[in-house]
């Protein structure tokens, strides 16, 4: 009988498929989940990195914004508490010194950076404004529109004078918007008005060009302000007071690692699904299970090993170095982006201690491991030398292994360190020379304060500013400047020890800190040699330019035992030597502070000379030699001071010169000189000096056209004088004035000839009409014969270039015998009349036209 019953065989195999398609789905459905898992985690990771890099985009460039704010605040400081500019922008509006003078000028904008620059009085006006460096009649609302008045009252009312900054929206630009009250600082030679303070603001727009800057000097590309379309998918950053939105373009390392590594896992689980299907269809035949188990095995470890590849290009092809080390911290493991990025071989690295490769200021790498608090940084600094034997800076990440041992990454950050040293550096140092700034000198000169300086071990202070700069930079250029004053701090440090330090706290100013130096002898050797240095030749494109110096010394604890009043006295006799004539040193002494005072004095009444009638022209009446005919006089401006008396121009006029107030001077005594002599008779002439300043500025040209003009006097009676100092700055524009006054009909006079630099090329060059022999030669021609011939070599000069002839400081009848003598053209003096005040002029010319001759 045929068995009806069912195979055991079949039914283990029944058996076998159904378990095997079982394990089989047990083993895909494991398998998609761990494809499913490991692409979500790739997922995550590169959504982390990216996110991790914009929020270090994001830190860097916030960083970046609170050091301009904070180097915006600082210099806004300086410049806040420059006593010259509280008395130049508060107690008066002087656009010579803050714009002409570069005081407050260009270099704010080409070398700082700052866009705008704002003064408000205390009325709220705007009563300075400079914008992209040039001087503009701009109201500061153009700027900041209503936000101005707000931002005045608050530095106005805030307490401790403490910087204000804010970030404000100018045609939709975002800008930095610095301010601060004007006041005189630590300056007691300026007094202080008891109103309200003027408000100096500094602005530096947020421009694209500064932004790129910033971003590529931060390593981020395409940082800009936001448009009104802001882009969702690009990471951005508000600034403060809502003044804007940046964006940048990520850099998005996460879809690197996507890019890379999410198509092979796609390939892996498409052929894991095919495998698993054909292992499906294959299930009935049990005698290939086994072999179906094994083609699986070797499929599985295949991928395995596939995935192992895999991650191992990702870890090579990213920027860090991966290693390993044991517990006794010998390398396991390296990676091969160890090559690339330290230049050493992975072979000779391997086995050898992590201690010989890399070191770190935190102590040893075992202590530093072997502590779980540290470790819990999982962060470490280190520096090795790479194959080239030069240093180089990694940030180490650290992870326990369970095994034992630790690994991590490490990341290359030398470039990084580099550039945080060179902003340490900077902000201690002057950019332009490399010596150390105001800043690095104030914590070296407290320093060196701290220790108590005594009479055996004094502090020297030498402050040192330069003679005859500025006509290089006007001459040949700011580059042609800034190469002298680097070339200068070379030569101030040559002849300093290392102890001592070099600073530059100006434009063409340096402070020299020198500790140790006792005898005074020894002092002036030491600014003997500083003058002497700065005095040789600079050899500048081809010219050949010479300046010089003029120091103030001050000493501690002698002088002052305070840096603040160190550095004050020092200034104070830096200004006394510049007051003895230049090219000198002098020492503090208390009674400089007298001096200073009370030119300060003088010069704040001076300001008020002219607007309360104080000036009084005098008349030094002249005489031509050949008849002893009248022909004329020179204005003599005297000032009538409330308390000091009648004070003559040798005590005021350089005032005038120094603070700038020669100008308007001037302009007084042209037009009261030019009024008076309108009603002398036809023939007489009026003789006025002219400041070397007036050449420099003030349209002197124009000028006088309008004195004329006003007053009536014929040109042709007009004398001009003027000393060779004039013709020195700037000897092709001073030719261009000159021939604009002879345009005029006016005569030109050189006065004091061979009491200066006057030189013969001047006569030959420039369209002179006579030249005046200085008084210190005409008194040599009393029975000196050396003097006597000197005189007669310059009239002879002065004849053979058909120019008339004039002596001033005629004191007897010997000198006015000898003029004659030697057929001198014209003289005044003492012996002849001193000088006339009006009235008294007046009747002498009333009394010389009834007398034909005048008699010695």
Not at 124 to 142: F, N, Q
Not at 596 to 616: F, K, P, S, V
Not at 803 to 830: N, R, W
Request: proline share 4%; charged share 20%; hydrophobic share 45%.
């Amino acid at each position: 009988m045929e068995n009806l019953g069912q195979d055991p065989s079949q039914g283990r195999s029944t058996s076998n498929q159904a378990l095997t398609r079982a394990t089989l789905l047990g083993c895909s459905g494991l398998l998609l989940a761990l494809f499913l898992f490991t692409g979500l985690l790739l997922v995550y990771i590169a959504l982390d990195q990216n996110l991790s890099a914009e929020q270090h985009n994001r830190l860097d460039i916030e960083k970046a914004l609170q050091s301009l704010d904070s180097n915006a605040r600082t210099t806004l400081k300086d410049y806040a508490l420059w006593g010259d500019a509280y008395q130049h922008l508060h107690l008066q509006v002087d656009l010579d010194w803050a714009y002409t003078r570069q005081n407050f000028g260009p270099t704010l904008y080409h070398d700082l950076g700052f866009d705008g620059v704002f003064v408000i009085s205390p009325a709220g006006r705007t009563v300075y404004s400079l914008v992209a460096g040039r001087l503009e009649s701009m109201d500061a609302r153009d700027w900041l529109g209503e936000q101005l008045a707000p931002l005045v009252q608050e530095v106005r009312s805030q307490a401790g004078g403490k910087a204000i900054s804010r970030y404000h929206a100018i045609a939709g630009t975002p800008a930095l918007v610095v301010a601060d009250l004007l006041n005189p600082g630590n300056d007691p030679q300026v007094r202080a008005d008891s109103g309200p303070q003027s408000v100096l603001i500094f602005v530096a727009r947020l421009e694209p060009s500064r932004l790129l800057a910033l971003g590529q000097g931060l390593g981020i590309e395409q940082l800009q302000v936001a448009g009104p379309a802001q882009a969702a998918a690009l990471p951005s950053l508000t600034l403060p007071d809502g003044a804007g939105v940046l964006q940048w373009q990520p850099t998005r390392p996460g879809h690197q690692l996507l890019v890379l590594v999410m198509p092979l896992l796609l390939l892996a689980g498409l052929l894991a699904g095919i495998m698993a299907g054909f292992l499906l269809r294959r299930a009935g035949a049990a005698a290939r299970v086994m072999d179906d188990q094994v083609q699986a095995l070797r499929v599985s470890r295949s991928a395995l090993l596939a995935s192992e590849e895999r991650f191992r290009d990702v870890a090579e092809a990213a920027s860090d170095w991966i290693w390993e080390v044991d517990r006794h911290l010998c390398f396991t493991y390296l990676s091969e982006r160890f090559e690339v990025v330290t230049g050493l071989s992975r072979e000779s690295a391997l086995g050898r201690p992590m201690n010989e490769l890399l070191s770190s200021e935190q102590g040893s790498l075992l202590n530093w491991l072997a502590a779980p608090e540290r470790r819990s940084q999982a962060i470490l600094q280190c520096a090795y030398l790479d194959g080239h034997r030069q240093p180089r800076i990694c940030r180490l990440s650290v992870r326990a292994m369970a095994a034992g041992g630790y690994r991590g990454t490490a990341s290359d950050i030398t470039e990084e360190v580099a550039a945080r040293r060179r902003i340490e550096y900077l902000s201690q140092h002057d950019a332009l020379t490399g010596l150390a700034n105001r800043t690095r000198m104030q914590e070296f000169l407290e320093g060196k304060l701290l220790a108590l300086p005594t009479l055996q071990e004094p502090l020297l202070m030498l402050s040192v500013d330069l003679d005859r700069f500025k006509p290089v930079n006007d001459l040949l250029g700011h580059a042609a400047g800034d190469q002298v004053l680097h070339e200068v701090s070379q030569r101030l440090a040559q002849c300093l020890r290392g102890e001592d330090l070099v600073a530059r706290v100006g434009g063409d100013e340096f402070v020299l800190v020198v500790p140790g130096q006792v005898a005074q002898p020894e002092i002036e050797g030491l600014c003997r040699r500083l003058i002497e240095r700065i005095e040789e030749p600079f050899y500048i494109a081809e010219h050949e330019v010479f300046i010089s110096a003029s120091i103030g010394i001050a000493r501690a604890p002698v002088d002052a035992s305070l840096a603040e009043e160190l550095l004050r006295f020092a200034d104070i006799a830096l200004y006394e030597a510049k007051a003895a004539g230049r090219s000198t040193w002098r020492f503090y002494a208390s009674d400089m502070n007298v001096r200073i005072i009370e030119r300060r004095g003088l010069e704040r009444d001076l300001r008020h000379a002219i607007e309360q009638d104080q000036l009084l022209l005098q008349f030094q009446p002249r005489y031509r030699l050949a008849d002893g005919q009248l022909v004329g006089a020179e204005a003599v401006v005297h000032w009538r001071h409330p308390q000091r008396g009648l004070l003559g121009p040798e005590v005021f006029l350089p005032i005038a010169e120094d603070t700038g107030l020669i100008l308007p001077l001037s302009n007084w005594v042209l037009h009261a000189a030019c009024r008076a002599a309108r009603a002398w008779p036809e023939r007489l002439l009026l003789a006025v000096n002219l400041s070397a300043a007036e050449f420099q500025r003030g349209q002197l040209v124009a000028r006088i056209r309008t004195v004329l003009g006003q007053s009536g006097l014929a040109p042709s009676r007009l004398v001009l004088e003027m000393t060779d100092k004039a013709l020195l700055d700037d000897g092709r524009q001073v030719l261009e004035i000159m021939q604009g006054l002879k345009a005029l009909g006016v005569q030109l006079l050189m006065d004091d000839f061979g009491s200066g630099y006057s030189a013969l090329q001047y006569l030959r060059t420039f369209p002179l009409d006579g030249l005046k022999i200085d008084s210190s030669l005409v008194a040599g021609l009393g029975g000196n014969q050396a003097g006597h011939s000197i005189v007669q070599a310059i009239v002879d000069l002065g004849h053979a270039l058909s120019l008339k002839v004039i002596a001033e400081g005629v004191e007897s009848p010997e000198q006015y015998q000898a003029l004659q003598d030697i057929q001198c053209d014209q003289a005044q003096g003492p012996h002849l009349s001193p000088p006339l005040d009006s009235d008294a002029w007046v009747r002498l010319c009333t009394e010389l036209s009834q007398a034909s001759r005048f008699t010695t």
